[in-house]
């Protein structure tokens, strides 16, 4: 049986792994917070300052539900990436508009899609299994988890990082989870019910 043996929650202000509180800030820009987060617990990455607000909220999210989890007991192929949002990249796209009509930027340009956080988490960790990037209006456990439970029970992937990754202006939401073949850490069972329990925590 698959379980979730990782899970981190990030909202406006707030950081939970594995449900212990990590942080709990009073309300500061987006920015500015993803900023505390990345020099708190991730730091050292350079790439992540070029990074859109998106891609570092994924890309953080990730960070955390890996640092006590480490991933080196599988080839690059073994795992998968699944993530959902409902505001796409918009964000960014309307940056990068504004840019067009004077000289349109390509920093902004690489990031006018969603699916480029599964791009940078994949770069940081070396991962080159399958993913996949879903746009709903909210969060679609039911199939979210059965996608990822397929990609296990067929042999698609021997680990899989799913959740949602919602970014626009500043509100923004990550759960991610890190669902195995085998347990170990918090060991919760993957379902949608255990999925929907720990989102609405």
Same mark, same amino acid.
């Given at each position: 049986?698959?379980?979730?043996?990782?899970?981190?929650?990030?909202?406006?202000?707030? /950081?939970?792994?594995?449900?212990?509180?990590?942080?709990?800030?009073?309300?500061?820009?987006?920015?500015?917070?993803?900023?505390?987060?990345?020099?708190?617990?991730?730091?050292?990455?350079?790439?992540?300052?070029?990074?859109?607000?998106?891609?570092?909220?994924?890309?953080? =999210?990730?960070?955390?539900?890996?640092?006590?989890?480490?991933?080196?007991?599988?080839?690059?192929?073994?795992?998968?990436?699944?993530?959902?949002?409902? $505001?796409? $990249?918009?964000?960014?796209?309307?940056?990068?508009?504004?840019?067009?009509?004077?000289?349109? $930027?390509?920093?902004?340009? /690489?990031?006018?899609?969603?699916?480029?956080?599964?791009?940078?988490? $994949?770069?940081?960790?070396?991962?080159?299994?399958?993913?996949?990037?879903?746009?709903?209006?909210?969060?679609?456990?039911?199939?979210?988890?059965?996608? =990822?439970?397929?990609?296990?029970?067929?042999?698609?992937?021997?680990?899989?990082?799913?959740?949602?990754?919602?970014?626009?202006?500043?509100?923004?939401?990550?759960?991610?989870?890190?669902?195995?073949?085998?347990?170990?850490?918090?060991?919760?069972?993957?379902?949608?019910?255990?999925?929907?329990?720990?989102?609405q925590s």
């Open positions: 049986m698959n379980s979730i043996n990782a899970y981190t929650i990030i909202r406006p202000y707030k /950081v939970i792994r594995n449900g212990e509180v990590l942080t709990n800030e009073s309300a500061a820009p987006m920015q500015d917070f993803l900023r505390r987060l990345y020099d708190q617990f991730a730091g050292q990455y350079q790439k992540f300052h070029k990074m859109d607000h998106l891609s570092k909220l994924g890309w953080l =999210a990730t960070e955390l539900l890996l640092q006590d989890m480490p991933m080196t007991g599988y080839a690059a192929e073994d795992t998968a990436l699944v993530f959902a949002n409902r $505001s796409a $990249s918009l964000d960014t796209d309307e940056k990068y508009y504004q840019t067009v009509s004077d000289i349109a $930027s390509p920093a902004l340009f /690489v990031y006018t899609l969603p699916n480029i956080v599964t791009g940078e988490i $994949s770069i940081r960790h070396k991962f080159k299994g399958e993913n996949a990037f879903f746009v709903a209006d909210a969060f679609d456990i039911p199939m979210m988890t059965a996608y =990822a439970q397929q990609l296990l029970d067929t042999n698609a992937a021997r680990a899989c990082i799913c959740g949602w990754i919602e970014q626009y202006h500043e509100d923004f939401e990550a759960v991610v989870f890190l669902v195995e073949k085998e347990t170990r850490g918090v060991a919760l069972p993957f379902s949608a019910e255990q999925v929907e329990k720990l989102y």
